[in-house]
């Protein structure tokens, strides 16, 4: 075997590690890069929060002296407490279509979940819930968002062939927008907010939004507490989402319900696409990536991701989601928008899913957590 495993110990193999599906996907025009800042900031202590339950190591592979995969292992102890689930996850799984390389990595990051006394790894999965989770096994000829992984269609079979079955399954549509609100739709939404007292946040600007950072997050740890694998975000946590994303998204695409109290009942986010500048920049910011992201968050870009959304329990199934779809259509209408592409739904949640249907809808990419025990 060719195959050599080495630990990332230090900057420059983090470096590696980051750049590594740059390379392997060169010739992909689907493959969408990350921020490559972000991805370092993902794997420094003092730059993650998640670091204070979570431990990790990565893994680049050598084949003939080239670098030929990666991997990272996760042990999240917050999960192990919450679930009672003695697992390690991978994340950041990379390789050429090379059984000796897969293997090597997977055998690695087993090893080293075995060495801690766990009883299972499960994957793709990230730090907590705001990572990238979920392993593309369906739609691989559909171009890649920036919430999400895009990976070659030899991924899954080759962890099938080491014994990994399904844990769960998310899917992902492309929602077409329409010409116009339908007026039942704004009977509703007008019902709603009487009913319960709630209202749409008018901000002009994105800093309009940072006052209601802390409840949002709040609310969304209530909100998500019993899906698949979710782990409460601390304090910590919460600061720096606010701090690197809510005072940079567009006003148009963050709806945020409010109750009588000024609470936060529910919120949406969606931004315009970066796919195509991320393709063109290599996820880099400078010296002119920045330009190219510059471009695509202005006026003109026709389409949208939808990043991240919940609803109170209390207010769950009662309108106020509907309610927000339909403000976040109308914004979309405004500016154009032709289609949006939903983030990550779990398989299970029909709630959100039924909202698709007063759209014309997709359903066109899968995505998988596998899973092995290891015991």
Request: hydrophobic share 40%; aromatic share 14%; with cysteine.
């Amino acid at each position: 075997m060719n195959v050599t495993i080495k630990e990332v110990k230090s900057r420059s193999d983090l470096r590696k590690f980051i750049k590594f599906p740059l390379e392997l996907y060169a010739d992909c025009d689907k493959f969408v890069p990350p921020f490559m800042f972000d991805e370092f900031a993902t794997f420094i202590p003092q730059k993650n929060p998640a670091f204070e339950y979570c431990e990790s190591k990565q893994w680049l592979a050598y084949k003939d002296g080239k670098i030929a995969g990666r991997i990272a292992g996760i042990i999240n102890h917050k999960f192990i407490d919450r679930w009672g689930k003695k697992a390690a996850r991978f994340g950041w799984i990379d390789f050429i279509d090379d059984e000796e390389v897969s293997s090597a990595l997977i055998n690695t990051f087993t090893d080293w979940a075995k060495e801690h006394g766990l009883e299972y790894v499960h994957g793709p999965l990230g730090f907590t819930d705001m990572d990238y989770e979920g392993m593309l096994i369906e739609g691989f000829n559909e171009t890649g968002t920036l919430p999400t992984i895009y990976n070659y269609e030899y991924y899954p079979r080759h962890l099938e062939k080491y014994g990994f079955e399904k844990e769960a399954d998310w899917v992902e549509f492309e929602i077409k927008v329409p010409d116009k609100i339908p007026e039942k739709a704004e009977r509703i939404g007008e019902i709603v907010k009487q009913k319960f007292g709630i209202r749409i946040l008018e901000a002009k600007k994105s800093k309009d939004f940072v006052p209601y950072g802390r409840d949002l997050f709040g609310m969304l740890n209530n909100a998500y507490k019993d899906l698949f694998g979710f782990v409460e975000l601390s304090e910590k946590q919460i600061d720096k989402y606010i701090k690197q994303y809510i005072g940079f998204v567009v006003p148009d695409y963050l709806k945020l319900l409010l109750d009588k109290d000024n609470r936060v009942a529910g919120f949406v986010i969606a931004m315009p696409s970066l796919s195509k500048a991320l393709q063109k920049s290599k996820g880099k910011l400078f010296p002119f990536g920045f330009i190219h992201i510059l471009r695509a968050l202005k006026k003109g870009n026709r389409y949208l991701d939808m990043y991240l959304g919940a609803i109170r329990p209390d207010l769950q199934g009662k309108g106020a989601d509907a309610l927000l779809m339909t403000e976040l259509t109308r914004s979309a209408i405004k500016n154009g928008i032709i289609s949006a592409e939903t983030s990550i739904e779990l398989e299970t949640n029909v709630l959100v899913q039924s909202h698709w249907k007063y759209f014309e809808h997709r359903q066109h990419k899968r995505r998988r957590c596998f899973e092995k025990k290891i015991t």
